[in-house]
């Protein structure tokens, strides 16, 4: 059974960090294109970061302040978060992607996890 469970989410206040883990049942994935996404209440789900062997991935209102990274021999990929913002608050998914390289739309996953909780207050 393939799984993708993040962890890190919690409350913080404006200018706080956090990490995100995004944990992969299966070796497997540690070569796939892997990506972190968000929606808030009322919003359309909405890349974040993505990574794949060569590249990166960052959405302009996230440049600077995240870093996607991972450890494959943990199975494992991360989303660092720094200088919070209240509009970052948000439900966070981590996503698998099946075909070769980046993709930066929802469409281009293939595998989700259940979503972790981000909220930061003014």
């Known amino acids: 059974q393939v799984q993708l469970v993040e962890s890190g989410g919690g409350s913080v206040q404006a200018g706080g960090s956090l990490r995100l883990s995004c944990s992969a049942s299966?070796?497997?994935?540690?070569?796939?294109?892997m990506g972190w996404f968000r929606q808030a209440p009322k919003n359309e789900r909405e890349i974040v970061a993505a990574?794949?062997?060569?590249?990166?991935y960052y959405a302009e209102s996230v440049k600077g302040r995240f870093t996607i990274s991972r450890d494959n021999g943990k199975n494992t990929v991360y989303l660092e978060m720094n200088s919070l913002k209240p509009e970052d608050t948000a439900v966070y998914y981590c996503?698998?992607?099946?075909?070769?390289?980046?993709?930066?739309?929802?469409?281009?996953?293939?595998?989700w996890g259940q979503g972790t909780q981000v909220t930061v207050s003014s």
């Open positions: 996503a698998a992607r099946r075909s070769g390289g980046i993709s930066t739309t929802r469409e281009g996953y293939n595998y």
């Open positions: 299966l070796r497997t994935f540690s070569y796939l294109p």
């Open positions: 990574i794949d062997w060569i590249s990166t």
